[in-house]
Nanobody
Framework: QVQLQESGGGSVQSGGSLKLSCAAS?????MAWFRQAPGKEREGVAL????????YYDDSVKGRFTISQDNAKNTVYLQMNSLKPEDTAMYYC?????????????????????WGQGTQVTVSS
């Protein structure tokens, strides 16, 4: 069983920055950030395959968000720059165990086994 604890959400103005953290209690191979805005479906934001370090970003955040890992702390971060009002959502950390291809497939189908409680990000214009 893996437990995830997110932190770092908050309220910022458009163009501002926030850094989210997700600390995992167990062994993981893939960790990702998803978000869900009111009235919208949950969507994948960024993925890191902790087994090798490869990353993936949704087009909507590419060039603005950076996902990174600290293996010593078993923690993944999401640095969010140039935030826009449309980035407003509940952000969820998720994790799973598996090889790279599996991690990517499950990212696109939103089927990771372990999820955090979520942290709210609000961007005002």
């Amino acid at each position: 069983q893996v437990q995830l604890q997110e932190s770092g959400g908050g309220s910022v103005q458009s163009g501002g920055s926030l850094k989210l953290s997700c600390a995992a209690s167990g062994d993981t191979r893939c960790m990702a950030w998803f978000r869900q805005a009111p009235g919208k479906e949950r969507e994948g934001v960024a993925l890191i395959y902790t087994g090798g370090g490869s990353t993936y970003y949704d087009d909507s955040v590419k060039g603005r968000f950076t996902i990174s890992q600290d293996n010593a702390k078993n923690t993944v971060y999401l640095q969010m720059n140039s935030l826009k009002p449309e980035d407003t959502a509940m952000y969820y950390c998720a994790a799973d165990r598996g090889e790279s291809g599996w991690c990517y497939d499950r990212f696109f189908s939103l089927e990771y086994n372990y999820w955090g409680q979520g942290t709210q990000v609000t961007v005002s214009s």
